[in-house]
């Protein structure tokens, strides 16, 4: 037996422990150790029943990722947990901590399932772009139904261990001692009971058959060319049409499909992605400064939204507005948000109320006195910026950090209004920022360490994907959207339509395309940016003023009813304008352009190629620290689909050579634009794709 799984025996009762931190994976030396421990446990004449435990943190928390790709070795999962399911005497399993995929299978497949009171169940391996392969589409429906199982099986997000119990899916919660309830429960327990015979979840087949034409018409709709979705709901058909044997192999392959493809490779590249972006050199050569009080300079979109971010991660927050009325507004902008969630029943008065206790207001900055971290969200002005950041320095406690939301400015134009610099970064939250995940942390030159492990520790507190970025206009985001951007202005003035642009990009995956993103973030933001930018633009490149005349109408998007697309009556969704056509139109004719069609191919090649073109001059300039930092802020931040792997991801399984034959012939068209990056070019010369550089 390997050291990952022991075998031990507390009276007449087997205790199979797994021990393979951090979350005991059941990589195949688990694998194999669990299988001959159950196998020695059954055939031992004193043992009366099994406990299968996980040591430390966590019940396993799923097959071991890292496998994937490399060819699966023996014994297989679902051979394991028919093993166990199998066997003479009762098994049971003790969960705490996080039992996931593979590991709330090997649940699924004992005869009993006991777990503390704060355990997590779930089948997540939607989000790697697979179909729980272990018996899970099998079993689940079998245990709670068709549109439980869906919903954890779509979701892919873990339930309670209380819902769970409800859904016949555990037996039986304890608070405390996991092990020593888990050997009485096994104790009194004289009788095998198997997942595959219950029938209690297929009992009711019309509603059976209403949830999974539910779940079809959802994942046709929200999860939109995906593959794995559609196998589940095919795995879970299968249990009202074939045997428990049959509807096994049947998701066997379906998991191997998945395995196969390029969605779950893609999935799977971001997972690994989002946990090595928070892996920075700073992190790890100093520990963060305390943190335990946070302060909030602005209660406009981003301070309000920074501030629910802070508080639903239990950090108070003291928020600095210029005069009473704004603070009013600013506190307003916080509650907002509860009394949403209220209005919708997600959470009781009561919450609210613990979590708005949390929240001090004031318009006098001597309140951020006790405050180790300032986070700045006031207009995107410099002088105003400077300004608040020379009061901050007057009140702010020695060893405060103090971080600036600006989307463009030069972080050190802002620090040097403090007399220390080095303690000053930026934190650029996304808009909402209670919501979305993405946080790029500014990293300035003279920056001390453990300021940045400051910045790295608050992303993880508040639940975000952190990714380091180096202090240069825009970023790494909004310096790779700049330029795509433009691209697509490119092709609009060229022929294409922003409807047929925003289509394609669509089809790729998006969520939306990239005019109806405008709309939704105001036209003006852009239009304003572009004015201040005239001076020192570089009279060569091409400059498409197609948005400014839009906007010269006064139409900025969503929020004036109309921008690109037409918003009647609040709709969320715009409409065509032909108006806007007639704009273009217009624009065209004033340079002498004549339209020609654009395919959703090429419209996709010359987005994607605008994107990894300046994606790696961010690398060259070491902006990013690598590729697959880029992956994490597109897929995190712009809505690139996760199921392609982000854009250095999707460029290497697009062919880099490829690629950089597209740019130079777009070159012959315009050489100011597009210009090859030299990284990419070494790169290929070098034979080498991004993934070598991760
Ligand atoms: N395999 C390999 N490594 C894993 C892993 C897994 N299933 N789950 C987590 N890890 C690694 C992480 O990469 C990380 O490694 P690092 O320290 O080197 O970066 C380390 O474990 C800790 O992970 P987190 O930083 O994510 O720790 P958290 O405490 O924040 O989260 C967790 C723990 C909730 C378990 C989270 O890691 C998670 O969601 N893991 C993935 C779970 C999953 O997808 N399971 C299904 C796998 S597929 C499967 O089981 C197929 C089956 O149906 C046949
Ligand atoms: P906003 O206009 O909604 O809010 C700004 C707030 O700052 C207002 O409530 C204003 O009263 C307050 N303020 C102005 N001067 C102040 C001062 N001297 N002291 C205290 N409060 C003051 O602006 P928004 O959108 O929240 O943007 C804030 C910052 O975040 C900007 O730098 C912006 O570039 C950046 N940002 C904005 C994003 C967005 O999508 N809106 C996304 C990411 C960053």
Redesign the pocket.
Known sequence: MSDLVTLSKSGTVAIVEINNP??N?LGQAVRKGLLDAVKQAEADPEVTAIVIIGAGR?FP??????EFGRPMEDPH?PDVIDQIENCAKPVVAALHG?A???GF?IALGSHYRIALSDTRVGL??I??G?I???G?TQRVPRLCGAEMALGIMLKGTPISAQAANAAGLIDCIVESDLLDAALTYASQLTQVRRTRDETRGLTDEPAYRAALAAAENMANKRMRGQIAPLQIIACVKATLEKTFDEGRLYERDC?FDCLASEQSKGMIHAF?AE?ASAKVPEAGRAQPRPLNILGVVGGGTMGAGITVAALNSGLPVTMIERDDDSLKRGRTNVEKVYDRLLAKGRITHDHKASVMALYTGSTDYADLCDADMVIEAVFERLDVKREVFTQLDKVMKPSAVFASNTSYIDIDHISSATGRPNQVLGLHFFSPANIMKLLEIVVPKGVADDVVATGFALAKRLGKVPVRSGNSAGFIGNRILGKYGMCAAHMMEDGATPYEIDAAIYAFGYPMGIHAMYDLAGLDIGWDNRKSAAPTRNPAERDVQISDRICEHGWFGQKTGRGFYLYPQGARIGTPDPKVLTIIEAERALKGITPRSFSYEEIMERYMAAMVNEACEVLREAVALKPSDIDVTFIQGYGFPRFRGGPMKYADGYGLGKMLDNIRAYETEDPVFWKPSPLLVDLIAAGHTFEDLN
């Open positions: 951090p979350v994976a966590t928390a799923g097959a071991d990722i890292k999962l996080t996931l995929g593979g299978e997540p391996e989000h790697l697979l729980p392969g272990a899970g998991f690994f946990r």
